[in-house]
Structure formats: structure tokens, C-alpha cells
């Protein structure tokens, strides 16, 4: 009998003890469930990372969170930066040396057959009234455009480019209102005769003033066509002052 007590005593406690395993059991799964919202990147929200840089703003109890591709947004060292690179136009002048000295040893040397000065210091003290220009003039009064055309000549067919390169221009290297022969000689032969007169005739001097730099109207000193043309107008009312300057020689004022 104490024996059967026993066994039943004991069977009741393993019942016992096995309930109170199932229970400390179900205690731990409720408390090691789901941590919810707080838990972060959870379910759609954690989606795919696209920015390197996220800014915060906070309104109220709202927070949004915002992103941003510096490859895109950044005005410094995105790809999509189109900003100012730095100067990088080449020159105007296409780095020519647009110097008399450049232009009489290339004229000189290209155009030994048609030269129009007498030696280089003539040649240095033509060019020494010329505008300079831009190695890129091909048809306008400048040192560019001699330049240029003397340069041609050296390659190919001096007869043609010569003369544009030239002090007079021939018709190319000239300003469009440059003063003209026509007017200076009617003027010379207008206004000065005798021996303030130093043409044989007109032809003559159309032939020596063919070859000067035509300078502009408003010169009244250098070895140009425009002062030697405005010296024999104003020989009307002076011409034992003004035919001298008008003259080829220029009577020390119309002169290099």
C-alpha cells in the first residue's frame, strides 16, 4: 500500500513539473514576438538604397526622410556638371608673330622678284605705319592681311599675292574708304603746276602713287596716299607750302 502511495505521489509530480515547462514555454515565445515598426528596414519599407546622402526634415511629428544622388545634384564633381571650364579658345592671332620684322623677312624673301622697296629698312619703315590686325585677315588694311599673302606667295604664285602683300595692298589688303590715286592726282594737277608739278603726267602719277600706303583722308603726315592728297588740296590756298608735301618727295612732311 505505502508502495502504491509512492508511485502515484511521483507520478503526480512529473505531471506537475512537465506543466510548468509548457508554461515558462509559451511566456518566452510572447515575449520574443514581433518587435513591430520600430524594429527599421522591415517588409516594402526597407526598399532599395539609391542615395549616398539623406537629409532629415521634421515637421510637427512627421519625419521624412529624403534622398539624394550627389552624381546628379552635385554642381562640384557630378558627371552633369556643365559649368565654366576654364578658358581654353585658342588665339585670334593663331600664335603668328605680327611683327614688321616677321613680315619683311618673309615678303623679302618670297617676293625677291616683285619686291617694292628698295632694301628692309624701307620695308621695316612701311610696315611701321600699318594697323596690325589679326593673323586671320585675308582682306583688309592690316600687317595681318601682308602677312598672310606674303606667306601664300612663298608657296605658290608670288606674281598674284605679292602686290596684296605690299604697301599698297592692290585692291586687297586696302580699307574700303581708303583715299585713291584718281583723287590725289586730279588734285596734284589741279592745284599745283610748274615746277610745283613733278609728274611728266597724269599717267605718271597714277604710276608712282600706285605703289604707297594708302593711309586714311584725314593724314596730314606719313608717306601716304591720303597726306600727299590732303597737302594738294590744301594747295589751293597755299601752294608754294603745300605742292612740296604733296609731291612724290613729300617736302619733309609726307614721308616714312
Do not use: K
Request: net charge negative; charged share 20%; hydrophobic share 30%.
Amino acid at each position: 500500500m505505502r508502495v502504491t502511495v509512492s508511485l502515484l505521489g511521483m507520478l503526480a509530480m512529473f505531471v506537475a513539473c512537465a506543466e510548468r515547462e509548457d508554461d515558462d514555454d509559451a511566456a518566452g515565445t510572447e515575449e520574443s514576438g514581433s518587435i513591430g515598426d520600430s524594429g527599421g528596414t522591415t517588409g516594402d519599407d526597407a526598399g532599395t538604397v539609391t542615395a549616398t546622402t539623406t537629409a532629415t526634415s521634421v515637421t510637427g511629428t512627421t519625419a521624412t526622410t529624403l534622398t539624394t544622388d550627389p552624381s546628379t545634384t552635385d554642381p562640384e564633381t557630378g558627371p552633369d556638371d556643365t559649368g565654366d571650364t576654364g578658358d581654353t579658345g585658342s588665339d585670334t592671332t593663331g600664335g603668328a608673330d605680327l611683327s614688321c620684322a616677321e613680315y619683311c623677312g618673309i615678303y623679302l624673301d618670297a617676293c625677291a622678284d616683285f619686291s617694292e622697296y628698295a632694301n628692309e629698312q624701307d620695308c621695316m619703315d612701311n610696315c611701321a605705319q600699318w594697323p596690325i590686325g589679326t593673323a586671320a585677315d585675308t582682306g583688309n588694311d592690316s600687317l595681318g592681311c601682308r602677312i598672310y599673302h606674303a606667306t601664300v606667295a612663298s608657296g605658290t604664285d608670288p606674281e598674284m599675292h605679292c602686290p596684296h602683300a605690299g604697301p599698297s595692298g592692290a585692291a586687297t589688303c586696302v580699307a574700303a574708304d581708303a583715299p585713291t590715286c584718281d583723287l590725289y592726282c586730279s588734285r596734284v594737277f589741279g592745284n599745283c603746276s610748274g615746277d610745283l608739278n613733278t609728274f611728266v603726267d597724269m599717267a605718271d602719277c597714277m604710276d608712282q602713287c600706285s605703289a604707297w600706303y594708302p593711309g586714311t583722308e584725314g593724314d596730314v603726315d606719313g608717306h601716304t596716299v591720303g597726306c600727299h592728297s590732303y597737302h594738294a588740296n590744301a594747295a589751293i590756298g597755299d601752294a608754294e607750302t603745300h605742292c612740296p608735301h604733296a609731291a612724290p618727295g613729300g617736302g619733309g612732311i609726307c614721308v616714312l
